[in-house]
């Protein structure tokens, strides 16, 4: 019997909304003040995806784990000011890169599953 059970995803995830919430109260009070707090958005998929690679499911879901830390990365890169330009021009050649990449891992999933039978 096969089970989908992911606990370092719901770990990760349940740990990430506890501190951006408890961020957002300690703002609201006046104890601590983090600045502009919605130019970090992009880190909830950067721990999307790395939740996704502790716990995948199969090789796609490495791959989509890769793709949501790239997207993380572009967007908080261009929110701090560190890339120049639209966001488009950093997403199609990465694109076109993880389409790639999913073609080779559904290829090798294959062949993998082939020898195992």
């Known amino acids: 019997m096969h089970t989908n059970f992911r606990p370092w995803g719901g770990i990760l995830m349940g740990a990430t ?3 951006i919430g408890s961020m957002f109260l300690l703002q609201n009070f006046g104890i601590a003040y983090f600045g502009s707090i919605w130019q970090f958005w992009p880190v ?4 999307m995806g790395v939740a996704r690679m502790l716990s995948p499911r199969c090789g796609s879901g490495i791959l989509s784990g890769l793709m949501l830390i790239g997207l993380g990365v572009i967007f908080l890169l ?4 560190i890339l120049y330009g639209g966001v488009g021009a950093y997403i199609w050649p990465l694109g076109m890169i993880a ?3 999913s073609m080779l891992v559904r290829r090798l999933d294959r062949q993998s599953q082939g020898r195992l039978q």
């Open 44 to 47: 909830m998929l950067i721990v």
């Open 99 to 101: 389409f790639g990449v």
């Open 17 to 19: 909304f506890v501190a």
């Open 78 to 81: 261009r929110n701090l000011g």
